[in-house]
């Protein structure tokens, strides 16, 4: 039975999948960006089985020890932090806690952005209003401030600070969602769709949506990245992840008393961030070429 | 014209009342009670904790309340600092100077950097400038700015000894306020070397607030430029005979900058975000550096006073961004209806 | 001598999917005082040949002519800041959307001013005056206050006017007017077209009109170019051309005007499309939409040849001793 509803479906997504694939892979910037992050997921799952130690062994012996390579004692790549752990280790499954976090923000965002925004774009009237008046109050404070203030009244801590991004974030998905609903609302196949019957739900959920969907994909993926910086600097103001947790903002801020006289305990995660973020940011440029209509094939 | 503004105007009072019921409800939001939060003691006594809660007025109707903190705020009354005793308002005064001329310096290197290399790469659309200059300012875009901050203390100040790591100026010079600008006032104390030492606490600050709105600035102009530049008055401002110069620094550069002062007006907000790092950082006494210190030390009259206050600039600065969109969109600025 | 003299002119796009090569072969020589019109589809290499002339073509493309020379002066080897004192004040051109082609942020005054000062290097107030003496001869009502407007407040016609005083400021000797009236409403259109050729007149300036609309080249050009597919394949004085098309491509496009067709109950067409970079024929562009093609037509590209008053690229032209061969 569903052989036959389904095969043309399916061909149409590969169809579709493989003209995203054309257009994405002409970016070769977009698939190294890709490949990498590839690489940053992989290491976050098998942390356990890539990581040379514990992250949270505490060599006493190898205190504050510089990066080294084939020695017999002390042998640690990224060397080890004030506590005589190992940073490599720490590095590696600080991955888990960033990607998690991002991952969380931009579920979060989406899921809740895309209710508000069909709601605010579905409704109109005061539903809109309030809507996109809320909107535009969190929109007002700087995102980190805002955080800031979210987390201190929530306390502390990886969860919270990501709810608290998720927060400062969701006005840019409503505003999508909303602007993009109204576009498509007033084209033909949604009239089309009206006239054969369809109810509110399904005009919103299944007719329109899925044509909204390109631009959430790019704003999705930016906010991936800037969910990661911001996780990290939560975490380097003492606010987000908690010590011993080895997020690579609070390995930064639980190091910086050392940066001068072992510089290798502040370096290394700060540089975990940037390529990791610059990996993200590449690729979504690369989506953004591939999705905007506007760009392509001009 | 004036009903674009009076339109911009009117769409603030929403704004500005949702900041206000924000930063109202941020107190009462405050985990545990909030007589005790807000009083900044612990372990009162009942008669202590009555007398407080009339002080604040927290036994009235919440609505009452609320109508008390917009009375008092419309009159410049944003609460009282916990830890100081001193009015809100004076401490962040005070302290505001010092992230202005940051946030301006920071600003400015990111304009005159960001500009210039965004319509140069545009111009130079797909060679290797282009590709240099994109792949750095996304380098740039993707900075973790504290990182940053710290990296360059290690090279400039530690392994260089290039440059001071904190602070507004030496201590060995005591310039009098007078603008609470230091590099003004240093200027106007006369003393030898005060301005250059301020100019020298500048470099790293500026460089690590400017690097994000930079690389932003420099990619948007650049796209701003290739859209105008595919414009058919492009075309025919080169077939009249002008000289690249002409064609690309006025007429298409003055269609993109509608673009452009848009996206640095929004960078007013990146900034002050920034300015919270980077004035940790590097010790640097503004406003940034007083909010973290707010919130660790539960000052929360202070968060709250800083909230409203930072919303209500960055309120005025996109008004003044959209009034200058108005200005030099001249299908805005000549429009009568 | 002619104004402008050009032989075997090419342009090539560097494409992703290879070269593509958008004008092949033209030749064009243009008198002091003459009408030329270029004809031809969409696509044709008829802007981009006049806008290699003007040195207006984006740097990715490749501009190559044995000759292309303007009063003697070879264009291709000027340096671009020669270049730049004869574009606009000796050649200046005119572009198919009036209403984009004038920068929205200037007014219509600074607009013409600007080519004053950068040519003429007139003071303001001599600007200001030849601007509004310009408005005036372009027919625009009240100029002296149309020089405050800015585009957004011009209709079509008025902004093309506009596009017209700005490019006879200083009296050029040559206008190349781009589809000037395809973006117009039909009623503007005559009133653009009769402006234009009254002022090629009265000025003694020559003109190349570039159109695909036959009714207008019959209105107006002394000589006409037809081109297809970025080749020249036929060039003749209007009368004769219109009385006697040699190529079966110009035979094939008067055919299919409604004029032409009374009596017919359906207007002919030419079967088929222009051919792309990429299905380019081996032999003649034309062959595989042609009535009259033969193998030869198939195997190799006809040269330009001179026969008797017409300039032609075909092996087996029509009408020329009677019939097709």
């Known amino acids: ?103 969380i923000v931009v579920l979060l965002c989406l899921s809740v952005g895309i209710v508000f925004g069909l709601l605010a774009g579905f409704f109109r009237g005061w539903v809109d209003t309030t809507i996109m008046r809320i909107m535009d109050t969190i929109m007002s404070v700087p995102g980190l401030l805002m955080a800031l203030v979210l987390v201190a009244i929530l306390g502390p801590g990886l969860l919270n600070a990501m709810i608290a991004i998720s927060i400062t974030y969701l006005p840019h998905f409503v505003r999508l969602t909303r602007s993009s609903y109204i576009t498509e609302s007033s084209k033909e196949y949604v009239i089309a769709s009206k006239v054969a019957g369809a109810g509110r739900f399904r005009i919103m959920f299944i007719t329109i949506l899925p044509n909204c969907m390109a631009p959430l994909i790019v704003q999705g993926t930016l906010s991936f990245s800037t969910a990661i910086l911001d996780t990290a600097a939560l975490g380097f103001l003492g606010m987000g992840a908690q010590p011993p947790a080895p997020e690579w903002g609070t390995l930064i801020a639980e190091n910086r008393d050392l940066m001068l006289s072992a510089p290798w305990t502040v370096t290394f995660p700060g540089l975990a961030i940037l390529l990791a973020v610059l990996a993200i940011n590449l690729m979504g440029d690369g989506l953004r070429d591939a999705l905007d209509p506007k760009m392509k094939r001009s | 014209m004036f009903y674009f503004v009076l339109k911009r105007i009117a769409l603030l009072v929403p704004i500005f009342f949702g900041v206000t019921i924000m930063a109202f409800g941020f107190i009462r939001m405050l985990p545990g009670d909030p007589v005790a939060a807000l009083a900044g003691e612990r372990d009162m006594t009942p008669e202590r904790h009555a007398e407080i809660m009339l002080k604040l007025g927290l036994d009235k109707p919440v609505w009452q309340q609320y109508l008390d903190y917009i009375w008092n705020l419309l009159h410049g009354d944003f609460g009282t600092s916990v830890l100081t005793n001193r009015p809100i308002l004076d401490e962040f005064l005070e302290l505001f100077p010092a992230t202005i001329e940051l946030g301006l310096t920071a600003m400015i290197l990111a304009v005159v950097i960001g500009v210039p290399i965004g319509i140069f790469a545009a111009v130079k659309r797909g060679t290797l400038y282009d590709q240099g200059i994109m792949g750095i300012s996304l380098v740039g875009y993707s900075m973790p700015i504290f990182w940053w901050g710290l990296l360059l203390i290690i090279l400039f100040g530690g392994v260089w000894g290039l440059t001071p790591i904190s602070g507004r100026i030496s201590f060995l010079f005591d310039v009098e306020t007078v603008t609470g600008f230091l590099l003004i006032d240093a200027l106007l104390s006369g003393e030898e070397g005060a301005f250059a030492s301020a100019m020298h606490h500048m470099i790293l600050p500026t460089i690590v607030l400017g690097t994000i709105p930079l690389a932003i600035i420099a990619r948007q102009t650049r796209s701003a430029m290739l859209e105008v530049l595919s414009e058919d008055y492009v075309r025919t401002a080169r077939a009249k005979g002008l000289s690249p110069l002409r064609v690309y620094g006025l007429h298409a550069l003055r269609n993109a900058m509608i673009t452009v002062i848009t996206v640095i007006g929004l960078q007013v907000g990146t900034l002050m975000a920034g300015a919270i790092l980077t004035e940790t950082i590097f010790s640097w006494p503004g406003i940034g550096k007083w909010i973290i210190f707010s919130v660790f030390s539960r000052d929360y009259y202070a968060v709250q006073g800083g909230l409203v206050l930072i919303a209500m600039i960055i309120m005025s600065v996109n008004l003044v961004v959209d009034l200058l969109y108005g200005m030099i969109n001249p299908r805005i600025l000549h429009t009568s209806s | 001598m002619s104004l402008l003299e050009i032989r075997n002119l090419s342009v090539e796009f560097e494409t992703v999917k290879g070269t593509f090569r958008a004008v092949d072969g033209v030749d064009l020589s243009i008198g002091e005082n003459d009408i030329l019109s270029i004809v031809g589809e969409s696509g044709s290499g008829k802007s981009v040949s006049m806008l290699a002339v003007m040195g207006l073509l984006p740097w990715t493309a490749n501009v190559t002519a044995d000759k292309m020379e303007f009063e003697g002066r070879n264009l291709l080897t000027l340096s671009s800041k020669e270049r730049r004192k004869i574009i606009g004040q000796d050649i200046s051109m005119i572009f198919q959307e009036p209403m984009s082609s004038l920068n929205p942020c200037f007014t219509v005054g600074f607009q013409i001013g600007e080519t004053l000062k950068e040519h003429l290097g007139l003071d303001r107030n001599a600007r200001k005056k030849r601007a509004i003496e310009l408005l005036d001869l372009v027919g625009i009502p009240a100029p002296e206050e149309r020089l405050k407007a800015f585009p957004h407040q011009l209709s079509g016609g008025m902004s093309q006017r506009v596009m017209i005083a700005m490019a006879i400021a200083c009296n050029p000797k040559l206008l190349v007017a781009d589809e000037p009236t395809t973006a117009l409403d039909v009623t503007i259109q005559a009133q653009i077209i009769d402006l234009l050729v009254n002022l090629q007149n009265e000025k003694g300036m020559a003109l190349v009109l570039i159109t695909h609309d036959m009714g207008v080249v019959a209105e107006t050009a002394k000589r006409v170019v037809v081109m297809y597919a970025g080749q020249q394949v036929e060039q003749q004085e209007a009368n004769g051309l219109f009385a006697t098309p040699h190529h079966p491509y110009t035979h094939a496009l008067l055919d299919a005007l409604p004029e032409r067709s009374l009596g017919l109950d359906r207007l002919p067409t030419i079967e088929g499309i222009v051919p792309g970079a990429g299905d380019r024929p081996d032999g003649c562009l034309f062959s595989p939409r042609c009535k009259y093609v033969q193998d030869d037509c198939r195997a190799s590209v006809p040269p330009l040849e001179n026969i008797s008053d017409t300039t032609l690229r075909c092996f087996h032209p029509v009408d020329l001793e009677g019939q097709a061969t």
């Open chain 1, 1 to 103: 039975m569903d052989s036959v509803a389904d095969t043309p479906r399916k061909s149409m997504l590969r169809q579709n999948l493989a003209e995203f694939w054309y257009y994405f892979s002409e970016s070769k910037s977009a698939v190294v960006g890709l490949a990498f992050l590839a690489g940053i997921i992989l290491m976050a799952i098998f942390a356990d089985f890539i990581a040379p130690h514990d992250p949270t062994i505490q060599y006493r012996e190898c205190l504050e020890h510089a990066p080294a390579w084939g020695e017999e004692k002390c042998n640690f790549i990224f060397g080890t932090d004030y506590a005589g752990r190992d940073m490599l280790s720490r590095i590696i499954y600080g991955t888990r806690l960033s990607l998690v976090a991002g991952g």
